[in-house]
């Protein structure tokens, strides 16, 4: 019984799964979030987009995987020996059992807080939509003056001015000198870009370019995110914004990222790519030349080609003229035709009228006469009714005064009067012997 009260407890049996999932569940609740600063070693980017590498110091290494997701917000292109800082979850790499750190973020070492101030400042410009693509302008093909805004001592310039004389030596530069690193940089910019937008409007001084500025070059080399941090200004980012012309940022080398980058109207890797974006080369106008010039020749051709058939053709009519004349001919005899059978069938119209009215107008002659003579009846008649003659032979008289005006009345005479009575057969002298009235 004492013997077997000394003996140790058996220790639990693990599966390997089991136990490697149990020691990510102590990982997790232990230590998750966690982050890490070291130097990268072995970094390798899988086909998948997937990134893997391991973080060391002088007393250890940890292994770490950065999926693709992650790895797409990466700003710079994470090198062997680059000093880091990483944020994410530790975990146990079952299939191995291996201690592994699935990374969420990573920067530049002693860029933690630069690099949020950044991601907070690009969150607040493109919420007031200063990087919205429907602001963006189209860069000129040929501008007739180019701006160009860096530092005098900057290789960025001596880049850019090469270029711009080897592809475009006809083009006037006009560089506006600011700082492009330090606390009185952005400052200096604002300022730079203010006095080329005078350019761009017209406000040329004394001595400026002959032509107005069509297109500006912000430009500056590569660097840490701290030499490139001027570029990260507010100020700065409004200023670009409100250019009259269209800006081309090509700020550090093709991993870097500014502010300015993205307000631009556009974005080129690195300095000399900027000149190369406003400055068609030489040859590309010669060749562009030629090419015109090839389709102003096959053009030419083919309106030659086409007229000397339509002569042809004219020629060939010109040299048939009988089937012509034959034609018109034809069409003669039938017009002559058509004259011929109109005016025949207008004289028949017109003689058959004229029958028509011969044999009217005696009936229409004799209708009118009879209409005439009954009416001269009934006239007549009419006056036969008002004769006076045939009343006097119903037995009245017809009373005058000796002047001739007719008595209608008793108060017209005057006892002794002489009047005359005319009867149907003669006239009868009277004196009034009496008057009286009825």
């Known amino acids: 019984m004492a013997d077997s009260a000394l003996q140790p407890a058996q220790p639990r049996v693990w599966p390997v799964g089991a136990l490697c999932r149990a020691i990510a569940d102590a990982l997790e609740s232990r230590f998750n979030p966690v982050a890490v600063a070291g130097e990268i070693t072995g970094f390798s980017r899988a086909a998948s987009g997937h990134c893997y590498f391991s973080l060391k110091d002088a007393s250890g290494q940890l292994r770490c995987a950065m999926f693709r997701r992650a790895a797409s917000l990466l700003d710079f292109v994470p090198r062997d020996g680059d ?123 004394r001595g400026g370019p002959a032509q107005p500025l069509d297109v500006i070059l912000l430009v500056r080399g590569g660097g840490a995110m701290e030499d490139l941090w001027a570029f990260n200004d ?74 000397a058939q339509h002569v042809d053709h004219l020629a060939a009519r010109i040299g048939r003229p009988s089937g012509a004349m034959a034609r018109q001919r034809a069409q003669l005899d039938a017009l002559q035709q058509n004259m011929s059978h109109a005016l025949r069938t207008d004289l028949q119209r017109r003689q058959n009228a004229l029958a028509l009215l011969q044999q009217n107008v005696p009936r229409a002659a004799q209708q009118v006469l009879q209409r005439h003579q009954d009416a001269c009846g009934r006239a007549a008649l009419r006056l036969q009714a008002v004769d006076p003659a045939r009343v006097l032979q119903r037995g009245y008289a017809w009373l005058t005064r000796a002047d001739g005006l007719p008595v209608t009345g008793v108060g017209q005479i005057t006892v002794g009067q002489q009047l005359q009575a005319t009867l149907a057969d003669g006239t009868v002298d009277l004196q009034v012997q009496n008057a009286r009235h009825n």
């Open 83 to 205: 000093k880091v800082e990483v944020r994410g979850r530790l975990g146990v790499y079952e299939p191995r059992g291996e201690l592994q750190l699935i990374v969420e973020s990573l920067s530049r070492a002693g860029q933690g807080s630069l690099f949020e101030q950044f991601l907070r400042l690009k969150a607040q410009l493109e919420a007031q939509g200063l990087f919205d693509p429907a602001r963006k302008r189209a860069l000129p093909d040929m501008p007739r003056a180019i701006g160009v805004v860096t530092s005098l001592g900057a290789a960025a310039l001596h880049d850019v001015v090469t270029a711009l004389q080897r592809r475009v030596p006809h083009i006037p530069v006009v560089i506006a000198p600011a700082l492009v690193q330090g606390e009185g940089a952005p400052r200096e910019l604002v300022r730079a870009l203010e006095s080329l937008y005078d350019l761009a409007q017209g406000k040329v001084p």
């Open 234 to 307: 507010e100020q700065l980012a409004h200023t670009i914004a409100a250019s009259p012309v269209p800006i081309v940022s090509g700020v550090g080398h093709e991993t870097d990222f500014t502010i300015a980058d993205f307000v631009a109207d556009l974005r080129a890797p690195t300095p000399t790519a900027a000149a190369e974006l406003v400055s068609a080369s030489t040859e590309s106008y010669l060749r562009a030349l030629d090419e015109a010039q090839a389709r102003l020749r096959k053009s030419l051709t083919h309106t030659l080609e086409r007229e």
